[in-house]
Each structure stands twice: as C-alpha cells, then as structure tokens.
C-alpha cells in the first residue's frame, strides 16, 4: 500500500520562480489537505479538497492554488515563489472528514532563496 | 476559535522512564481531540482520538491519553519509553460538524536518553 506519495523531497527555487507539489493517494479517500509546518508553529493548513472539483481555502492560502481533477490528485501550485515560502509541505487525506485519521505523506522541504 | 497549547517545547527522559506529554485545549464544547507522533523524516501518525465515552483513551504503541474537562486537557502518557519513541508530538482539536481543519499545537519534541 503506498498511501500518500508526494513529490519531490526537496526543492530549492529561487525567489520569482513556480513550482508544482504533487500529492496522490491510492487509498479512495474524499478529502484530501496540504498543511505547511513551521518550526515551533505547528501545522497550518493551506487548502483543502472534499472531493473531485470541490477545494476551499485554509487558515494560510496566500501565494497558493490548487486543483482536484481526480480523487486520488491534489497538487499544490506556488507562483512567484518567496523566502515566507521557505517550510516544509504535507499532504493528507481522509475518508471522511477532518475529524477521522488523516493519513499523511512524508513531506517536502522546500527552500525559497 | 478553538485553540491548542502545548507548554514544553521538548522533553527529555531516560529510556524505560514514564513519559507525560502535556495539552491544553480552547472549545466551546466537547471537541475531537487527538495526538498525532513524527517520527524524524516522516509524516505524521495518529496515535489516538477522542470524542466521547471513556476519558481515558487507549492508542497505538502503547500511547493512553485522558481528557479532563474541568482542566480542558489531554495529556498524552506512556508508562515505560523506548528509544523508539524519540519524536516530535502534536496535540489537535477538531470542530465537530463539517470538520476541515484541525487546529494543532505548537509540538513537543521528545528526546530519549539511553
């Protein structure tokens, strides 16, 4: 079972440039989530999906999109990359809502410099 | 808005010590409340949730944690650690109807010492 794949690791831009981070789950799961962690803060959640063509805003969505074309894809796309940017991404997903387990990736650090 | 406070930063304690990791919680109401472990390089693992029924809540790896109302707490415990155990530990709280977003403390990160 792969669970949720994210990609890449890690990923250094520079300052202006776009990326896109990929997230996707083999597990059937409706709702799917990108947090970003900072030291000491915690995780912070960016947007969120409650299924295909359906996304809605976080706590922290400025400088993000996203998009749900498939159940198992939810990619976050980050234009004009800045050094607040600097953190490291997860994505999750769950059955239900947010309230069941969330089954998360194993992250990306990306580096703004 | 619901909050959560975690009040040590990291802790450190001998391997095969008792191990309490501390939370607070700010809800109007009775929340979903849960204790989530990353180990280093990792995502994040749930160890175990709460709702309602039996305040003291039995989880994964050998984790409990009980919820008192009166204190607005959910203490994680473990009554014997393992090197294993060295990680980070978040406590969230999650609204009960339309639940999108969990709100997740600061951490705490857990150092063993052999």
């Known amino acids: 079972n792969a669970g949720v794949t994210q990609t890449p690791k890690f990923r250094i831009l520079k300052i202006g440039q776009s990326m896109t981070l990929q997230c996707t789950q083999d597990m059937n799961h409706n709702y799917m989530y990108w947090y970003r962690q900072d030291p000491g803060m915690g995780l912070k959640l960016i947007y969120y999906s409650v299924g295909a063509g359906i996304t809605d805003k976080g706590e922290v969505p400025n400088g993000y999109n996203v998009s749900r074309s498939t159940t198992e894809d939810f990619p976050l796309r980050l234009e004009l990359a800045a050094p607040s940017q600097t953190s490291v991404y997860f994505c999750?997903?769950?059955?239900?809502?947010?309230?069941?387990?969330?089954?998360f990736g194993s992250g990306t650090q990306l580096s703004v410099l | 808005a619901q909050s959560v406070t975690q009040p040590d930063i990291h802790i450190t304690v001998s391997e095969g010590a008792s191990l309490e990791l501390r939370c607070n919680y700010s809800?109007?109401?009775?929340?979903?409340l849960f204790w989530y472990v990353q180990s280093p390089g990792q995502g994040l693992q749930l160890l175990l949730k709460?709702?309602?029924?039996?305040?003291l809540v039995q989880g994964i790896k050998g984790f409990e944690a009980e919820f008192k109302r009166s204190q607005s707490s959910f203490n994680l415990r473990k009554p014997s650690v393992h090197w294993s155990d060295a990680a980070e530990y978040f406590c969230?709280?999650?609204?009960?109807?339309?639940?999108?977003?969990?709100?997740f403390g600061q951490g705490t990160r857990l150092t063993i010492n052999p």
């Open positions: 999750a997903s769950s059955f239900r809502d947010a309230n069941e387990k969330l089954f």
């Open positions: 809800y109007g109401a009775t929340p979903y």
């Open positions: 709460y709702f309602s029924g039996d305040t």
């Open positions: 969230a709280v999650g609204p009960i109807q339309g639940a999108q977003k969990l709100v």
